[in-house]
T-cell receptor, first 115, second 113 residues
């Protein structure tokens, strides 16, 4: 298995531009999570999906952020318009969550720099 | 959500055992204890998890206190590759937080040659 695949790995853009980050979860995983990591705030959960349906988006910072999961094999996180404070590493993770535990596999991350 | 407390940093020597502590005094009966680690410039990776009993896997051991208010991640022989940030996380197996993992600041482990 190729693991969780994120693209792009690096993105540099200018303030005001639209940014779209992409994630392909592991086949068969029914949960998908988007996290953001900065030095100041650490790893923050933005939103997560179960069977393509958003379950909890309370971590999405503001209306400029949106996430979709049109099917079981693809999700996007969009920022429009982007701002310098959105600069961070964005991680996607997927997992199968039986009652026993939450075991997630993370992607390598997308490093976003907004100038 | 129940919270965890970990030391900010710890140091170890290569090939020695490492005991990483975690306090979770407000843990509920249905909270699972998870450990993830994050190597430099990588995404977090799963290490181990448990509920009440001690657990062992190829990466580490998890020792859970009898009252479950604390736990310890044990790396039996630290290697340089084990230098990472280690996160202790509680997750609830039910309710509205089902499936949700909230990361704290973690413990930065430094391994000396």
């Amino acid at each position: 298995d190729a693991g969780v695949i994120q693209s792009p790995r690096h993105e540099v853009t200018e303030m005001g531009q639209e940014v779209t980050l992409r994630c392909k979860p592991i086949s068969g995983h029914d949960y998908l999570f988007w996290y953001r990591q900065t030095m100041m705030r650490g790893l923050e959960l933005l939103i997560y999906f179960n069977n393509n349906v958003p379950i909890d988006d309370s971590g999405m910072p503001e209306d400029r952020f949106s996430a979709k999961m049109p099917n079981a094999s693809f999700s996007t996180l969009k920022i429009q318009p982007s701002e310098p404070r959105d600069s961070a590493v964005y991680f996607c993770a997927s997992g199968v969550v039986p009652l026993a535990a939450n075991v997630l596999t993370f992607g390598a991350g997308s490093r976003l720099t907004v100038l | 959500d129940a919270k965890t407390t970990q030391p900010n940093s710890m140091e170890s020597n290569e090939e020695e055992p490492v005991h990483l502590p975690c306090n979770h005094s407000t843990i509920s009966g249905t909270d699972y204890i998870h450990w993830y680690r994050q190597l430099p410039s990588q995404g977090p990776e799963y290490v181990i998890h448990g509920l009440t009993s001690n657990v062992n896997n190829r990466m580490a051991s998890l020792a859970i206190a009898e009252d479950r208010k604390s736990s310890t991640l044990i790396l039996h022989r630290a290697t340089l590759r084990d230098a990472a940030v280690y996160y202790c996380i509680l997750s609830n197996a039910g309710g509205t937080s089902y499936g949700k993992l909230t990361f704290g600041q973690g413990t930065i482990l430094t391994v000396h040659p």
